[in-house]
């Protein structure tokens, strides 16, 4: 008899941390959704949906993706010197407008680079404007490929000191050799406190940006797709950073949709951006954004169960163990309370997301081990299924992790989801109404203004912390798992299944349970 601890395993919670993620990659098809339209450049979801996974996948195998003669770039902002951006702002353009040029001219460099290493690996002709682009690369940054850093780093503040070339746009022999720096390397402070090396290196990235495009747009008919991808771009979206972060990120989504219809296809930049995070910036027509240039990283039952599957049947596979395509069968029971069955119990605890369902799995099997390691345990204990009496003493543990992630994903946009937590648990029911919300909120902040309850009550649902039945019926809607469903005032609310242990809420049965 084989004893399932052995091997049972689904992965690190974290993408960014995890090895053997390129093993067991689902997909659930939302890349192919993307590349294969045209206007697309945007791919959202909530944190932990699977995001920086999907990016990592690409980046490791874009041959599953793109065609032979397609070029895939992988940026990933993670300690990047975001505050250089502010340099090369544009202070008369609107927000979400103002940090666009700096954003052409990344993609921009990107494109000539990439371009250039793809034609030399396949010992194809390099066109003489490209040549010449990489020349001047090399000139400005001591590098023809230089790296993300280089580029938005010392290196770009010194185009605050140089010549160019007058009359027209471009470089041939002669001026290429104007493009000497007149005085080294550049502070960031010696920039900002400059208006005249400020108001320069503007005009320098300008012109650089509009030279780029004159050699693109001489390269651009050779049919090669370049795929600008960008990850992490909410690494500075903390407190402190937040007001800028949303000015830099909203110029990046405006460069990508400016840049991706423009060259018919040659460049594609892809932005892979938390869906919150993209609510709250400062954007024109941001609704039809969303509709006309994104897809949203959603997971449904189905796919959320291949997806353990996969990282199971992984594990399985590598201690030789027999691999299964019912995900009941791993487990002890047919069902637990509720008449559930387990996977659908562990769904339900959920919100509809990767993670979610990783870390419940994940402390389930840890809790099982503990009991099976126990140093005072007088027998040695084998079991061949997970045990789903595991399961609820996972809960409290996993109850915590799914409060704390609901925190990092909004405390800094929606500074009073603790608050709103707070008096959720101070009502001590997994019922409550909007007064009854709204009496324990005065409780914690008796200046509160009322008017903002169904605010309040809008974003909770939003987000899933709670659901609402409709007329008659004895289901409880919660967005993440009725997406289409839209906000109703109603008499009663409930709180999501996941959270109940972590806010020591008492359960309310009725006809609906």
């Known amino acids: 008899m084989s004893d399932i601890l052995n091997w049972i395993n689904v992965g690190k919670l974290s993408a960014e941390r995890d090895d053997e993620l390129p093993n ?52 990933s902002f993670e300690d990047y010197n975001w505050s250089i951006h502010s340099l090369l702002k544009n202070e008369y353009a609107a927000e979400s407008l103002s940090y666009k040029q700096s954003w052409r001219f990344i993609i921009l460099v990107e494109v000539i680079k990439a371009y250039s290493s793809y034609l030399e690996s396949y010992n194809l002709e390099i066109p003489k404007p490209l040549k010449k682009a990489k020349q001047v690369l090399e000139r400005l940054f001591n590098d023809p490929f230089p790296s993300i850093s280089q580029i938005i780093g010392r290196k770009l503040l010194s185009l605050g000191k140089i010549t160019l070339p007058k009359g027209g746009v471009g470089f041939d ?164 309370r509720q008449r559930l069955k387990p996977i659908n119990y562990i769904i339900k605890r959920s919100m509809m997301r990767p993670r979610d369902l990783i870390s419940l799995m994940d402390k389930t099997i840890r809790c099982m081990r503990d009991v099976k ?24 543990k996993y109850s915590e992790w799914l409060r704390q992630e609901i925190i990092d994903e909004w405390a800094v946009q929606r500074p009073e989801i603790r608050i709103l937590l707070d008096a959720i648990q101070n009502n001590s029911s997994t019922n409550f109404t909007k007064e009854e919300l709204l009496k324990e909120i005065k409780k914690i902040d008796e200046n509160h203004n009322e008017d903002k309850i169904n605010d309040y009550l809008r974003f909770l649902f939003d987000v899933s912390i709670i659901g609402f039945k409709i007329g008659q019926s004895t289901i409880w809607k919660y967005k993440c798992f009725y997406p289409t469903q839209g906000f109703i005032d109603s008499d009663e609310y409930k709180v999501h299944d996941g959270l109940t242990r972590v806010l020591n809420l008492k359960e309310f049965r009725d006809k609906g349970e």
């Open 173 to 336: 022999d002669s001026n290429l050799e104007n493009i000497e720096l007149d005085g080294g390397e550049v502070s960031f402070e010696e920039v900002r406190s400059n208006d005249s090396i400020k108001d320069k290196l503007r005009s320098n990235v300008d012109y650089f940006i509009n030279y780029f495009e004159s050699v693109i747009q001489v390269i651009s008919p050779m049919k090669t797709r370049v795929f600008i991808c960008f990850d992490r771009i909410d690494e500075a979206w903390d407190d402190i950073s937040v007001d800028v972060s949303r000015k830099v990120i909203a110029g990046l989504v405006s460069a990508a949709d400016s840049m991706t219809p423009k060259y018919n296809g040659f460049i594609r930049p892809l932005v892979f951006l938390r869906e919150d995070i993209f609510e709250v910036l400062s954007l024109n027509d941001a609704n039809k954004l969303r509709e006309d240039c994104g897809a949203l990283l959603h997971w449904d039952r189905e796919s959320l169960i291949k997806l353990l599957l996969q990282r199971i049947n992984f594990f399985a596979a590598r201690a030789n163990e027999p691999i299964t395509n019912d995900i009941d069968t791993i487990f002890d029971k047919l069902e637990m």
């Open 24 to 75: 067991y990659f689902y997909d659930n098809g939302v890349l192919d959704k993307v590349i294969n339209s045209p206007s697309s450049f945007l791919i959202l979801g909530r944190k932990g949906a699977g995001k920086t996974a999907i990016f990592r996948y690409l980046t490791r195998n874009p041959q599953h993706f793109l065609k032979n003669n397609e070029v895939l770039v992988s940026l």
């Open 373 to 396: 390691n126990d140093p005072f345990g007088e027998e040695s204990i084998i079991s061949e299924q997970l045990e789903v009496e595991y399961i609820y003493q996972a809960e409290p």
